[in-house]
């Protein structure tokens, strides 16, 4: 199939075509990716929400961005579109739905896209009780966004169903890397230690992640949904006290959780308590991790910036 050549191609380095990538949402996990993918690309498109963000980033890379959100919405995304091999959505949903479906849902089905990554959350398992847990796993979402992640997972999955696109779903853990990290947060005074007994929590280092989607755009398998994820799920108050001694900062004073002054977001989070295999990357997708776990991600950050 020629889309599927088109595929092949980026994996062996043949020159059969060069591909476009467009990015919905670039933000700190979707910025990096498409910095780690562009030598694979013509051109990488992109978008903000803010119009002048649009314009300050076009100037610090080689990407063309537009501008698209509530307040946004640039009229040259369906040409774009149309002119398009590789789409990845991190482009959050909102209360009203997927917001790249209720504008572009046609021009996407209409393009001659062949790889879709839409990039969701393991927030979708909800609550296991400290269970191991992957992609066999029943999603139960227990807050409102990741109530709506999951409805956006099943329509990209049934917009690829319809259309005969490669879509695969993306549900990521905790993100960390350059720039954000706990390493970070102590060096600002921004780090607590909150403690709660049994509370764990995966992570995964954003270069990690575009390892992954660009294993997936090579090995392309229509509907298919991927944990990505680190090895081994820990306690925040032991990557915060590794973090630390790592790096020779002071290690802030523990807060049980109960009386933690956290935002309602940030509490809702300890509400959840799972640990995420990742066994599906590794085997079907043949990803090795850079960064297998929290130790790994931090002496590789300690001395950045």
Not at 39 to 50: G, I, K
Not at 91 to 106: I, K, M, N, S, T
């Amino acid at each position: 199939m020629a889309g599927r050549d088109r595929l092949d191609g980026i994996a062996d380095g043949r020159d059969i075509r060069r591909m476009n990538l467009f990015v919905f949402g670039l933000g700190f996990t979707g910025r990096h990716f498409a910095a780690r993918a562009r030598a694979r690309f013509e051109t990488v498109r992109a978008t903000v929400t803010d119009p002048a963000a649009a314009d300050r980033i076009a100037a610090e890379t080689s990407f063309a961005m537009r501008a698209f959100g509530p307040e946004a919405d640039d009229p040259r995304i369906a040409a774009d579109l149309a002119d398009t091999d590789v789409l990845l959505v991190s482009a959050p949903p909102g209360e009203a739905g997927d917001p790249v479906l209720a504008r572009y849902a046609d021009a996407v089905a209409a393009s001659r896209i062949r790889w879709i990554g839409y990039l969701s959350t393991i927030g979708v398992y909800g609550d296991q009780g400290g269970a191991w847990t992957d992609e066999a796993t029943p999603a139960t979402p227990r807050s409102a966004r990741s109530k709506v992640r999951l409805d956006a997972e099943a329509a990209w999955l049934a917009l690829g169903a319809a259309t005969g696109k490669a879509v695969q779903i993306f549900r990521l853990s905790g993100i960390y890397g350059p720039g954000r990290n706990p390493i970070v947060k102590l060096r600002e005074g921004r780090s607590q230690r909150i403690v709660k007994a049994g509370q764990v929590f995966n992570r995964i280092h954003v270069d990690d992640i575009a390892t992954t989607l660009l294993a997936s755009i090579d090995r392309p398998r229509p509907g298919a949904i991927y944990n990505v994820t680190d090895d081994e799920p820990a306690a925040p108050q032991t990557v915060t006290e590794h973090a630390a001694a790592l790096t020779g900062l002071p290690l802030p004073p523990a807060i049980d959780f109960e009386t933690a002054d956290l935002s309602p977001m940030a509490r809702s989070f300890y509400g959840e308590n799972k640990r995420v295999r990742n066994r599906l990357i590794r085997d079907e997708l043949g990803v090795a991790l850079a960064y297998p776990t929290y130790r790994e991600g931090l002496a590789a950050l300690k001395d950045q910036p």
